[in-house]
């Protein structure tokens, strides 16, 4: 009796076997249906309930939600204060944005173009480093380095440059506020954070950029600068824009930065959480939601027309 059942689970995983190696179409489907089915229905599905959330509004009185198709909720999204908040997030994407790939270009074209052997390895070891550690003991340290009794703030006043705080930081550190509480605080953490997600796809760009093509730019007698902008430069855009897109989507949608490290002011995140979890007002909290949808899906949009996915 066991040698028939062994000789019939044989039979059918051979011919299972020779069933998926003739139809190797079949064989990718059945790889792709598992996280196929929980990208569609754990992912999509809260991300299609959180739009159907968000077309329901809010009994001002009873602060009952009424289940009928309204865009009363998103007009709430154009009053002053819900407008600053939007605004808000998207000028300091943009600013971490831009200053991450002013910080990591040079140092990711240092890694493409000089960095060999052991030294390439310490590259990627020290961009990689920050991310093996816990995302909180990052933005904590941070937050005790910006303090008023920090290192930064003593190493301020150390070299009496506490003017240099106060006249072009527009904060009075010294004695008084800190930049653990300050929009500048919150900017330097994000680009802490996020630089990483930047250096890491401009220096795959540069990598596909031919030595050659800048070696000729010079015999044709253009300057570094000239190089710069009109052959290094848009060869390497592609990496630049596809680092922009962690850098700036991570920025608009982060809840935990500005909490810990920012003011009174809020951010999209801190919005969502405040009108769900305090407010209780769920169809805002679900519009503020598709706020970042939407604009990362023009941004990936424009980002595809530029070929920044090949540099991903």
Not at 17 to 28: A, C, E, G, M
Not at 146 to 156: P, S, V
Request: proline residues 5%; aromatic residues 14%; hydrophobic residues 55%.
């Amino acid at each position: 009796m066991s040698d028939t059942v062994d000789t019939r689970t044989g039979g059918f995983l051979t011919g299972l076997s020779d069933t998926l190696w003739r139809r190797p179409k079949l064989l990718v489907f059945l790889l792709i249906l598992p996280p196929a089915l929980w990208l569609g229905i754990i992912y999509l599905g809260s991300l299609f309930a959180l739009l159907a959330q968000s077309f329901f509004s809010i009994d001002e009185f009873t602060g009952i939600i009424q289940y009928e198709f309204t865009l009363k909720t998103y007009g709430e999204l154009l009053r002053p204060s819900n407008f600053d908040i939007i605004i808000r997030t998207v000028v300091m994407s943009a600013a971490v944005t831009v200053g991450a790939a002013v910080i990591g270009f040079p140092v990711a074209y240092y890694a493409a173009r000089y960095a060999r052997g052991k030294w390439k390895a310490i590259f990627y070891l020290g961009v990689m480093m920050p991310l093996w550690s816990s995302y909180l003991v990052k933005v904590y340290s941070w937050k005790l380095i910006l303090a008023k009794e920090g290192i930064l703030n003593w190493l301020f006043e150390t070299l009496h440059l506490g003017w240099l705080l106060n006249a072009y930081l527009s904060i009075p550190v010294i004695g008084g506020n800190s930049l653990s509480v300050s929009t500048t605080g919150t900017f330097l953490v994000f680009l802490y954070v996020w630089l990483p997600f930047m250096i890491l796809p401009i220096q795959a760009s540069l990598e596909r950029v031919p030595h050659s093509m800048l070696e000729a730019s010079g015999d044709l007698g253009a300057h570094p600068a000239q190089t710069f902008r009109h052959v290094l430069f848009p060869l390497a855009l592609p990496g630049v824009i596809a680092g922009s897109i962690f850098t700036f989507s991570l920025t608009l949608g982060d809840y935990i930065i500005p909490q810990i490290v920012g003011t009174s002011r809020r951010f999209i995140g801190q919005a969502v959480y405040a009108y769900q979890g305090t407010a209780g007002n769920i169809p805002l909290a679900a519009a503020f939601a598709v706020v970042p949808i939407l604009l990362m899906a023009v941004y990936l949009w424009m980002a595809k027309r530029q070929g920044a996915f090949d540099a991903l």
